[in-house]
């Protein structure tokens, strides 16, 4: 969610991939071990999970460069993954690899010369009227929208959390106080795609 209230949706690639996944999965389960079939299959599950990793990072490329290049400064909040994962959110979670995105939106800005702010975990941001400043305190996760006690103004929970992260970082006006206009960058080797990336383990 930006502070503009734009939305981004996660592409979800693991849960699209995931009846692909499991076949392959269970095909492997019913190989014999350490038959040739066995090693072919197992092959084939790794193939399916790279696709998965694969093309997440290429969203990640394409969306975090886009953001370094429109704006000179970002502020983004540094969300409890770990907490998160141990809800029904985990996969969620795991699946929109948030980690991997902010290392990304992190190396960016020092190469193009961007202001990255990171905002504690523990700044309300979900709990703060971003109209009057007024605390309304914490919510289940379940809670989207929200009325202010204070002002009465109706916030979607997200859009009002962006709000409140950009103000907490400084950055109502620009990164500097003044307003900026990003020069456009270019697109590096390695974030056109996933061809020629670098070999790494590869988990979905």
């Known amino acids: 969610m930006l502070s503009d209230g734009t939305k981004i949706d996660s592409p979800r690639f693991l849960r699209r991939a995931e009846k692909k996944l499991k076949k392959a999965q269970r095909e492997l389960a019913r190989k014999q071990k350490g038959s040739r079939n066995r090693a072919k299959a197992r092959v084939k599950v790794a193939r399916s999970h790279a696709k998965v ?119 109502a006006v620009s990164a500097c106080g003044a307003p900026v206009r990003p020069g456009a960058i270019p697109a590096q080797r390695e974030e056109t795609g996933s061809h020629g990336l670098p070999s790494e383990p590869r988990a979905a």
Request: hydrophobic letters at 35%; glycine letters at 8%; charged letters at 25%.
């Open 53 to 171: 990793t694969d093309a997440r990072r290429e969203f990640h490329h394409q969306l975090s460069t886009k953001l370094i290049s429109e704006n000179q400064g970002i502020a983004v909040e540094d969300l409890a993954v770990k907490g998160l994962a141990r809800t029904k959110l985990a996969k969620s979670v795991h699946d929109a690899g948030w980690a991997s995105f902010l290392s990304m939106l992190e190396y960016k800005a020092q190469r193009y010369g961007r202001t990255l702010v990171r905002i504690g975990r523990y700044e309300p941001t979900s709990q703060t009227c971003s109209t009057c400043g007024v605390k309304d305190g914490p919510k289940p996760l379940s809670v989207r929208e929200w009325t202010c006690t204070a002002c009465g103004t109706v916030h979607d929970r997200d859009t009002n959390a962006a709000i409140n992260v950009k103000t907490a970082a400084g950055l």
